[in-house]
């Protein structure tokens, strides 16, 4: 008999740069659950397990290190946008949190 397994659901995730940063042609990776996805500057949505909780991790790469390192784990009530900011300088964390409600992406 095959098990029914609950449809994934729809994360939402918006990627800012800062407009002035020391770092150039450099694109964010989304990692899910320990696996890591390329991504763009703008607005993505991935799908995660709608019956437990999904570790998302964010981080850019230079070919020499990576930074920008965020991390953040959302449950099965969490709200389903999330922002990650990326930093100014090349070797601090960036900044991944829940989206208020009703607020614009920024």
Do not use: C, S
Request: hydrophobic share 40%.
């Amino acid at each position: 008999m095959p098990v029914d397994t609950p449809a994934p659901r729809r994360i939402e995730v918006t990627m800012h740069k800062p407009w002035f940063a020391l770092y150039a042609g450099i694109r964010p990776t989304l990692v899910i659950d320990g696996r890591g996805q390329p991504t763009q500057w703008g607005v993505g949505t991935w799908q995660v397990p709608a019956d437990e909780n999904a570790t998302l991790g964010v981080f850019l790469f230079n070919r020499l290190w990576r930074f920008g390192r965020a991390e953040l784990t959302i449950g099965t009530g969490h709200p389903p946008a999330l922002i990650y900011r990326a930093p100014v300088l090349p070797f601090l964390p960036g900044h991944l949190r829940a989206r208020p409600t009703g607020g614009p992406a920024m």
